[in-house]
């Protein structure tokens, strides 16, 4: 079975700043997708960004991007010129790629951000 | 608008009550899932359905049940079996299979159900 594991139950960072969500994961799979949910305090999840293992370049959308290292089964999220509405939970999430992907996304525990002004 | 809705918001139930959560979406997706977030916890897979008729057990399906009989719905019931079932519980969607791939899974606004 997979297995995600974000080291880091909280981090903080002033606002403008970058900052970085440590993310690992443990699968015998080659096929596979990796995901960062972002969970607000309304407690709705939010894709934030995806990365399709067999793409060796780093997924990028807007403000955020990933260090995909495959090898080190790493996943790391970072966040440039924080704002206040990034603050939440973070989850990183993996995904098999084996039948289509439809089994189901396997989750870290999570890292609450928290925006300092 | 095209999205997932789950109700109630918040539900409360007596011990040894089953208690039933809808889960209803018109994106026209044919994979639907049920998750369980715990505090201090990541979501954890309770059951999942990629077909109507059809579903599979996830991560930790002791002490609930579901059905699919349409495409557009599929609840979850929490049985009196489910020994500590006081947490929040998410609701997604997804495109199947062979699409699935990177897509990502669209999730509703949640159920809070706490038991007394």
């Known amino acids: 079975a997979q297995t995600v594991t974000q080291s880091q139950p909280e981090m903080s960072v002033q606002e403008a700043e970058t900052v970085t969500l440590s993310c690992t994961y443990d699968t015998s799979e080659s096929d596979y997708y990796l995901f960062w949910y972002k969970q607000p305090p309304s407690r709705q999840m939010i894709l934030v960004i995806r990365?399709?293992?067999?793409?060796?370049q780093n997924a990028t959308e807007n403000r955020f991007s990933v260090n995909f290292q495959k090898a080190a089964k790493s996943f790391s999220l970072k966040i440039s010129d924080s704002q206040l509405g990034d603050a939440a939970m973070y989850f990183c999430a993996y995904r098999s790629g084996a039948g289509g992907g439809a089994d189901g996304l396997t989750f870290g525990k999570g890292t609450h951000l928290i925006i300092q002004p | 608008d095209g999205g997932i809705t789950q109700s109630p918001k918040y539900l409360f139930r007596k011990e040894g009550q089953n208690v039933t959560l809808s889960c209803e979406q018109n994106l026209n997706h044919d994979a639907m899932y049920w998750y369980r977030q715990d505090p201090g916890q990541g979501l954890r897979l309770i059951y999942y359905s990629q077909i109507v008729n059809d579903f599979q057990k996830g991560d930790i399906a002791e002490g609930y049940s579901v059905s699919r009989e349409k495409k557009e719905s599929f609840p979850l019931t929490v049985t009196s079996a489910q020994k500590n079932p006081t947490a929040f519980y998410l609701c997604?969607?997804?495109?199947?299979?062979?699409?699935?791939?990177?897509?990502?899974?669209?999730f509703g606004p949640g159920t809070r159900l706490t038991v007394l």
């Open positions: 990365q399709e293992a067999y793409k060796q």
């Open positions: 997604a969607s997804s495109i199947p299979l062979p699409l699935a791939g990177v897509n990502e899974q669209f």
